[in-house]
């Protein structure tokens, strides 16, 4: 077995040096994600014709699950096939949305924001996944819907805007532009290993594999086992 390495051992005051020189790039990527939010408050925003999702309380329109706020955030969240076990579902998009609590989801209604999930699969295995979850989030199936809300199957985030009844989009990303849904990550790249990923740049010896092969224990996503001691089917 391998020997984990670890980081080198310095004075205090070497330590609180390094960590000062490191500050000062910290402060120039802050201010460099600002201007990155500032170009996005000056897109442009495209029309969204009308369209219909199903979700709790049957069809309803997008202008719907605004539930009467001014914006949107929705994220798709892939689906694994109809009839498939909670086990076989993504662990990916399971770990997105383990942040988005009734807290989170408050405090962006604060800001006149609604958060909703989409998916494409139907909505009763929907609505099973999401309670088995514990998830309290408006979900809605998009099975039925216009090819508008199409999507890779999954792992987008989008945003929309209201004006009156028209909805517009304003943004959207997908990939590592989802990551400020898993803030476990972020707080990953604070400690001394980093996420522990093959891609990452770490001195040799640091432990590293497969990105997100850490999200699925034991054959299910790793949130799953704070909802079951169930061997996965």
């Known amino acids: 077995m391998t020997e984990t390495k670890m980081p080198r051992i310095v004075s205090r005051e070497q330590w609180e040096r390094a960590r000062a020189e490191l ?119 998009t099975a039925d819907s216009a090819d508008v809300l199409a999507t890779r199957n999954g792992g987008d985030l989008r945003c929309y805007l209201r004006d009156g009844d028209q909805v517009y989009e304003t943004y959207e990303t997908k990939l590592r532009g989802i990551e400020a849904m898993l803030p476990t990550l972020q707080l990953l790249d604070l400690t001394a290993y ?19 092969s850490w999200w699925r224990r034991d054959g299910r996503p790793v949130a799953q086992w704070t909802r079951t001691d169930a061997a996965a089917e």
Request: with cysteine; hydrophobic share 40%; proline share 6%.
């Open 23 to 141: 500050l000062v790039r910290e402060k120039a990527h802050t201010r460099a994600g600002d201007e990155l939010a500032a170009a996005r408050r000056r897109l442009p925003m495209t029309r969204m014709e009308p369209l219909t999702v199903v979700g709790a309380h049957g069809p309803v329109s997008l202008l719907d699950v605004f539930e009467g706020r001014r914006m949107l955030i929705g994220y798709h969240f892939m689906w694994m096939k109809t009839g498939r076990p909670h086990d076989k579902q993504c662990e990916g998009c399971t770990h997105s949305q383990v942040a988005m609590n009734s807290a989170v989801r408050a405090y962006l209604a604060e800001r006149d924001v609604t958060f909703a999930v989409f998916s494409r699969g139907p909505w009763d295995e929907i609505a099973a996944y999401r309670d088995f979850m514990g998830w309290t989030a408006p979900w809605y199936s």
């Open 194 to 212: 980093g996420r522990q990923e093959t891609w990452e740049d770490s001195p040799e010896g640091w432990p590293q594999d497969k990105a997100g």
